[in-house]
């Protein structure tokens, strides 16, 4: 497919937007994937999105085989780190129709995300038209039945080949796509409430999906992990006293009758998922706080027998049930009913998977 403009009309305003070259594999790959046997995040589809921002401007998208990038060495991203990305999924109905799950959340967040790295934003045609089109083409990729997506990973980096310490010039915007099933599968869930290391701290970038936040949690999960947990509770930095999220998922709390989670600031990410848990809770007459709580209040609550479950929440896992969490070497146990973060996810994922009936507009049709 060539390169074209086409001229669009917007508010009496004229701009221009290329047209997506396509390069289609010669034979595919998928015959060699076992679908019964997918690790997260290490099987990747034929076909990827690519586009250029040179000279303040971003150039003509293209979809190509998937291949190896070429970086000069002095490719800024890999001296400073300006890069930022987004998780999200389609998902494939009993019918074969594909949907995508409130694209515009994500679309959203990048773009916020990139500008606080300083990174321009990127177009929304580009954006809709990449991952509608990429979908499309991959949609063999995708298998039908509960647990079962295809992961889509847009991200940005900067590219310009220069080791000085400021902001680059040339960015490569990218979408790759992965099938995924179920992330966890069976076993319970620990987590460690952290007293020493932090996340994100107040005026960084914590909210931002930017790949430094999960490199920096790399080393404190590992020693967590070797301690036999799952996942870190993050603490604020001042004193540690506040929770805010659960590894890479946002963290809900059960108290009584109410559903608490932390508010969205400078240190939290604002996940797509954790705002539709909250919005569907709240649509089943359920109490939502979002506020800042305490290690002490939560301790307290499992002490009065008030704290009945904790739940996180993400793109990967949807919603994952936490069976304990320990705390300056002691170790508190849930109830183990889960039933709410159980009904939750069920009407999350009857949506996202077009068996019920989506009352809040969230997901849109590939066609």
């Not at 086409?6 to 994937?33: A, D, G």
């Not at 109410?258 to 954790?274: E, H, K, Y």
């Not at 007459?285 to 904790?310: D, T, Y």
Request: net charge positive.
């Amino acid at each position: 497919m060539t390169s074209c403009f086409i001229l669009k009309k917007t508010n009496f305003t004229y701009y221009f937007y290329k047209v997506i070259k396509i390069q289609k594999i010669k034979k595919s790959k998928i015959e060699s994937v076992n679908f019964d046997d997918l690790v997260f995040g290490k099987t990747f589809t034929d076909h990827m999105f690519i586009c250029h921002y040179k000279n303040n401007e971003w150039l003509t998208p293209e979809i190509r085989p998937y291949q190896p990038l070429k970086l000069d060495p002095s490719a800024s991203v890999l001296h400073y780190g300006q890069a930022v990305f987004e998780g999200m999924k389609a998902f494939k109905d009993s019918q074969e129709k594909i949907w995508l799950f409130r694209p515009d959340q994500n679309f959203e967040r990048i773009n916020r995300s990139a500008h606080r790295l300083q990174i321009p934003e990127f177009p929304r045609k580009y954006f809709f038209d990449g991952i509608k089109k990429l979908v499309k083409l991959e949609q063999a990729w995708i298998k039908k039945g509960e647990g079962n997506s295809l992961y889509i990973r847009p991200f940005v980096f900067a590219s310009q080949p220069t080791v000085q310490a400021s902001a680059s010039d040339e960015y490569i915007f990218m979408i790759i796509c992965a099938p995924v099933s179920t992330y966890y599968s069976g076993g319970e869930i620990n987590v460690l409430i952290a007293e020493e290391y932090s996340r994100a701290a107040n005026g960084g970038v914590g909210f931002a999906k930017a790949a430094g936040n999960y490199a920096a949690q790399f080393y404190p999960t590992s020693e967590a992990l070797k301690k036999g947990f799952q996942q870190i509770i993050w603490t604020d930095a001042n004193n540690h006293e506040y929770l805010e999220e659960a590894g890479t998922m946002n963290i809900f709390f059960k108290i009584n009758d109410s559903l608490i989670t932390a508010p969205t600031n400078d240190r939290i990410l604002d996940g797509v998922t954790r705002k539709s848990i909250i919005e569907i809770a709240k649509s089943n007459g359920i109490k939502v706080e979002e506020r800042p709580i305490k290690v002490s209040e939560i301790i307290q609550a499992h002490e009065n027998g008030n704290l009945q479950e904790i739940f996180g929440t993400g793109t990967a896992v949807v919603v994952l049930p936490i069976k304990s969490f320990s705390y300056r070497g002691v170790s508190y146990k849930t109830n183990g009913i889960d039933e709410l973060a159980i009904a939750l996810k069920k009407q999350l994922i009857g949506i996202q998977y077009n068996q019920l009936e989506d009352l809040f507009n969230w997901t849109v049709k590939v066609d």
